[in-house]
């Protein structure tokens, strides 16, 4: 069996896209790729919102980096690229793009999931919601 490998962990205020993450843990054992992009909705808790805006603390990429290795460590023989976005966003853009790869998808799916778990739980990022109405709020973690 492959080795596990974190090939990409980082917070960015770069423009986000799985696909980029994808083509990176593509290999020739692969049989499964399993993605996820979190995108920035229109609602949330029955609120129109207009925009959002993601701040990250020092430590974020060094912690999203810690729990990618952990994910890979518990996932024997997967790949794993994962991105979170900071800065301004509209509605649609890609806030986490993740992808995984490994032999076959159970294992992927598994990651895949975890990981986007634990950075919800664990990444100091916190977003801030503009709602339709001019009202704005903080939330803590991904959300």
Same mark, same amino acid.
Request: hydrophobic share 55%.
């Given at each position: 069996m492959a080795e596990s490998s974190v090939l990409q962990a980082r917070v960015t205020s770069d423009v986000l896209g799985?696909?980029?993450c994808a083509d990176l843990v593509r290999r020739a054992h692969a049989g499964a790729v399993v993605t996820?992009?979190?995108?920035?909705?229109?609602h949330d808790g029955g609120r129109e919102v207009a925009a959002l805006e993601y701040e990250s603390h020092p430590t974020a990429g060094?912690?999203?980096a810690e729990v990618a290795a952990?994910?890979?460590?518990? @996932?024997?023989?997967?790949h794993i690229a994962?991105? @979170?976005?900071?800065?301004?966003?509209?509605?649609?853009?890609?806030?986490?793009?993740?992808?995984?790869s490994s032999a076959h998808r159970a294992e992927a799916f598994a990651a895949c999931g975890a990981l986007v778990d634990e950075i919800k739980k664990r990444v100091p990022i916190?977003?801030?919601?503009d709602f339709a109405d001019g009202s704005s709020e903080w939330v803590a973690s991904l959300g």
């Open positions: 799985v696909s980029d996820f992009e979190g995108v920035v909705r229109d060094d912690v999203m952990e994910v890979a460590k518990a @996932h024997p023989g997967v994962v991105e @979170h976005r900071v800065g301004a966003l509209m509605i649609g853009d890609v806030a986490l793009a993740a992808a995984v916190w977003k801030k919601q």
